[in-house]
């Protein structure tokens, strides 16, 4: 019988370990590996036992722990299917130009992500956009989600005064977003299922979901109607903390009501500070052209403290959005005011009296190492002037810091092979690498992309749930196109298979 979506394999046969810190006799001879139960039940030279029931051939690939995306913004990133690609766009007029040729959606708007303007030879302009769009609202994302450019049809529909530019920035651009991401379930949950059947294909099995909405009643619903390719933890903002404590949610416990176990309920999320792209990251140096320019906080810690000790009281997690040097010492400030578990999420840019102090308090650094590359030109130019570490992996890493990678999807594509190159190669496109004292080995960067982060092993061992992918080329040695490039054969959560090549 061969073996196929949703079947769960007794055996996988002739297949290779790998891994860090490794204490099985096997070397680089082929094992099968016996599981039972939802988790790995033996592992033994193959064909030393016998293969009973379905059997999957891994012939020769490596079976690695199933990967892990710690940052998601699910919807958008899923609704990013049926919007316009701005991410080319070099100039704000030819971005007003591919929007005239976007397709209008069944809702009356246009709508475009990834732009990236910090490097645009003209800035965004209302009445540009407004003569290349005309009188059908259009919505322009930007990359990093912290700003948004809109047309005069699409600023009066959001009831906002047109103001020469139509750029909202921070808390005015997160509403757009939240009210572009509303569609109907229709609409979004068959995109949300591809989406998770492409993370699938690439060797994962849970993501962390930062969508700015109540994300519990979603995930039970998608689960009701099918959805099992992945686990998922949803985080929780602040201005939901209050019906989450009175309801009794807790980081860890599955979603109330779910057909499985696949969904559980993650962090409090709190966005401190701005971005490096929007200049509005908080920093202890200012931004060339304004003495005056250090980004900005968002959350004062008096507020920030409140939100994590109440979350803490009510057993839940933290997550503390941080980019700039100030964010970060200010969220890990918070963490030691209010004995909070969690992450602090970005971390790009840390002073060096700070790196220390994750490890110190147990603080989890969620990062995204594609942004690395994404933004060197942008922190070579912008944060030519800070004194602090930007995109410290190896930092972080060598002073003890749990890293636990992530995509940030939309901003940059789900793809742990592509995090995990950026973090061990630190280059793409054949350029120089970038500040390549702060690379990390792909032992380390494996570990970060599953579900425990760097600080556990990644290896399979007997005992351990059976969340596992195989895959063509052992990650440990592959180069950086070979690691880009990687084919993932399969992909089991619990040991039933979410995806088959």
Known sequence: MTAG????????????????????????????????????????????????????DADGGFVVPGLWDHHVHTVQWALSAQRAALGDAASAAE????????????????????????????????????????????YLVNADVHSVWLNSAALRREG??????????????????????????SVSDPLVARMAQDAAARGVVGLVDLDMAWNEDAWVRRLAGGFDALRVAF????????????????????????????VRVGPLKVITDGSLGTRTAACSHAYPGDPHDHGLLTVDLATLVDLMS????????????AIGDVANARALDAFAATGAWGTVEHAQLVAHADLPRFARLGVGASVQPVH??????????????????????R??????????????????????????????????DGRDPWQPQQRIDAATALGASTRGGSAEPARIAPGDVADLAIC??????????????????????????????
């Open 5 to 56: 979506r949703g079947d769960v394999p007794h055996v996988i046969a002739n297949a290779r370990l790998t891994g860090a810190d490794r204490t099985d006799p096997f070397g680089d001879e082929p094992v099968d590996v016996h599981l039972a139960d939802g988790v790995v039940a033996d592992i033994a030279p193959a064909g030393a036992l016998p293969r009973r029931g379905l059997v999957l």
């Open 95 to 138: 971005a007003a130009s591919l929007m005239s040729a976007a397709d209008v959606l069944p809702d009356g708007r246009r709508v475009g992500g990834g732009f990236r303007d910090a490097f645009w030879p003209d800035a965004p302009d209302l009445a540009v956009l407004d003569a290349a769009t005309g009188d059908v609202p259009t």
């Open 160 to 185: 906002f005064e047109p103001d020469g530019v139509g750029i909202l920035r921070e808390e005015p651009a997160f509403e757009i977003s939240r009210r572009l991401n509303a569609v109907d379930a």
């Open 235 to 262: 985080g929780i903002y602040p201005e939901f903390l209050d019906r989450a404590v009175a309801e009794g949610l807790r980081t860890g416990d599955a979603a109330r009501g779910a057909a499985s176990d696949l």
């Open 310 to 321: 109440r979350a803490t009281a009510a057993g839940i997690a933290s997550a503390i959005h």
């Open 372 to 393: 690395a590359l994404d933004d060197r030109d942008l922190t070579d130019t912008l944060w030519a002037g800070q004194t602090a570490q930007p995109y410290p992996l």
């Open 395 to 428: 930092a972080l890493h060598e002073s003890g810091a749990n890293l636990l990678f992530g995509s940030d999807a939309p901003v940059s594509p789900l793809d742990p092979w592509a995090a995990m190159a950026a973090a061990v190669f630190r280059t793409r």
């Open 472 to 501: 063509e080329r052992d990650p440990l040695t592959a180069d950086e196109a070979q690691l880009r490039g990687m084919r993932v054969a399969a992909t089991a959560v619990g040991g039933r298979l979410t995806h088959i090549a």
